[in-house]
């Protein structure tokens, strides 16, 4: 492996890093510049690039882990061993915990493991990608119209079971490749009542536990393709999408409030446009 390749995987590492929590989708941005540019399935196979996809995809995860440490810590109920105080409520005495990050994973969860097969066969095409894009663009603006402009909740403490449970009803459009998970939890979260902020810590920390799920199943699918000629490859994008992912998130959460989630919409649309372009 020659230090091109090595470049190619920093690159992918920061698209997936950058874009990953962002709602803009990371499928959109890897079909250009992976699919269209760098096409990392000429110098990998198949099966080594998709399984490249998925260890970049940890490094994402980790760097949420890390910047929400002390939210999972309070959520393991680890808070003795790391002598941490609990994270409590200022305003109603309630408390995230658990089962509200359950509640919001049990939707897409169960229609993900039922047909697993027919999206990865039927639904990841340029066509549909460029679909997910534009529609979940829609759905944004619409939350930013009919939504967040007077926020019930405005802490995630005061995220009820019925928030989690709605939250996780919208992110089953997710599932629709280009949709975007962030995009559509944040969004759903906001016509809700949360307020962006909110919706985007909430949207991070749910995202953790499903995206590692899927992480592992696929990594112990694809155990025989972690060679050693590989390897340099895969720790050069985990670590890229790690370090890209940290400035993301932080950058993002700081910022949500302020923009909203129009900006981003547009931005979804001229990706899809660009995609369209493209190959059409």
Request: neutral net charge.
């Amino acid at each position: 492996m020659d230090f091109i390749e090595i470049i190619k995987a920093i690159i992918l590492g920061m698209v997936e890093g950058l874009t990953e929590f962002a709602p803009v989708s990371s499928t959109g941005h890897m079909i250009i510049v992976d699919d269209m540019w760098l096409k990392s399935e000429e110098f990998l196979t198949k099966y080594v690039a998709n399984t490249f996809k998925v260890v970049i995809q940890l490094g994402s995860i980790l760097a949420s882990v890390i910047v929400f440490r002390e939210r999972f810590i309070d959520l393991l109920g680890l808070n003795r061993i790391f002598n941490k105080n609990k994270v409590v409520s200022v305003n109603n005495g309630g408390h995230l915990n658990l089962l509200h990050v359950i509640v919001g994973l049990i939707p897409a969860g169960i229609l993900g493991v039922l047909f697993e097969d027919y999206i990865d066969e039927h639904l990841f095409s340029i066509e549909t990608v460029a679909i997910g894009l534009i529609l979940g663009a829609f759905l944004m603006i619409a939350a930013d119209k009919f939504g967040g402009k007077r926020p019930t909740v405005n802490s995630l403490d005061e995220i009820t079971y019925k928030h989690a449970l709605i939250i996780g009803l919208v992110q089953c459009f997710s599932l629709w490749p280009g949709f975007s998970r962030s995009g559509a939890t944040i969004s759903g979260g906001v016509l809700f009542g949360l307020n962006h902020r909110t919706a985007a810590d909430f949207t991070f920390i749910m995202a953790v536990p499903i995206m590692a799920g899927a992480s592992f199943i696929s990594l112990l699918k694809n155990w025989q393709y972690f060679t050693i000629d590989a390897l340099p490859f895969f720790i050069a994008g985990f670590i890229s999408a790690f370090i890209f992912a940290l400035i993301s998130i932080r950058f993002f959460l700081k910022l949500i409030n302020k923009v909203k989630l129009v900006p981003f919409a547009i931005y979804r649309i001229i990706v899809a446009v660009i995609i369209i372009l493209l190959y059409f």
